[in-house]
């Protein structure tokens, strides 16, 4: 379904009221359950939602596995024909980090519902091959090409991930920065590239989540467009993960480990 519809609006203009059509991005609820119970609910754009629940089980550590994906059935949809809820069967291996989470996400959430602030399982140490502090910007170029949402509408996110290189390995978009984040893991996962990510940048601000989600993933470097939080910086800190923020108009405020940057 279309991610974005157009909506009829008054626009002020020079103090003149009228008649307009805007493009919004569509916001729809995505209901995951696991073998018919629920795991979580996050409000989401309409597609890539294979990659979101995908990137989402495995940042959450709930399956791990790079070489096998779960099977999941879609279960309902909406009167706009938009995917509200999946069904994800699971065996045993898999179930016991479900007991340990109780998830609610929505579109601007930081720790939605998180029932603990435990890290999960990553790679304790990074490579550290250094990038040039233009090579950041040049990335957020490549990143803003391909925010077509955005472009649109204005009330998009993105997250891309990049290879050390500098070339580009995925964008997506969501109404939802760590949704966004969540389809960029999940589409390397599926595609067997995930190991081959070395930067992460978002459009929007650095919350403990997604530097959580870049952790799991084994993604040593983020940056972001806009601000950070405490908790990001000090998660990121203890995890070893180089967090940039503010990285616009040539430039870039470093928080971690700047020496792979620098």
């Not at 990049?162 to 969540?182: K, T």
Request: charged letters at 25%; glycine letters at 8%.
């Amino acid at each position: 379904m279309e991610p974005v519809r157009s909506y009829q609006a008054l626009r002020m203009e020079r103090g003149e009221l009228r008649q307009a059509a805007d493009d919004l991005v569509a916001e729809v609820p995505l209901s995951i359950s696991v073998n018919g119970e629920p795991l979580t609910i996050t409000m989401q754009t309409p597609g890539s939602e294979h990659d979101l629940v995908r990137g989402l089980l495995y940042t959450e550590g709930i399956w791990k596995s790079r070489k096998e994906e779960p099977e999941w059935t879609a279960r309902e949809y909406d009167s706009q024909g938009y995917l509200t809820a999946v069904d994800i069967a699971m065996d045993h291996r898999h179930r016991s980090a479900i007991s340990r989470r109780s998830l609610l996400s929505v579109a601007a959430c930081g720790i939605c519902g998180k029932t603990e602030f435990l890290p999960p399982e990553a790679p304790a140490r990074f490579n550290a091959d250094a990038e040039t502090h233009d090579m950041i910007h040049e990335l957020f170029r490549k990143m803003g090409e391909e925010q077509h949402m955005f472009h649109r509408t204005g009330g998009c996110h993105a997250a891309a991930a990049f290879h050390l290189d500098g070339s580009l390995l995925c964008v997506r978009e969501d109404i939802g920065r760590h949704n966004a984040v969540d389809k960029v893991i999940g589409a390397l996962l599926r595609e067997g590239r995930l190991t081959e990510a070395t930067t992460l940048a978002v459009s929007g601000r650095v919350s403990y989540e997604i530097v959580a989600k870049a952790f799991a993933a084994g993604i040593p470097v983020i940056a972001a467009v806009s601000s950070v939080s405490t908790l990001a910086v000090d998660m990121a800190r203890e995890c070893g993960i180089t967090l940039a923020g503010f990285c616009r108009e040539g430039r870039a405020t470093f928080y971690s480990y700047p020496s792979r940057l620098i």
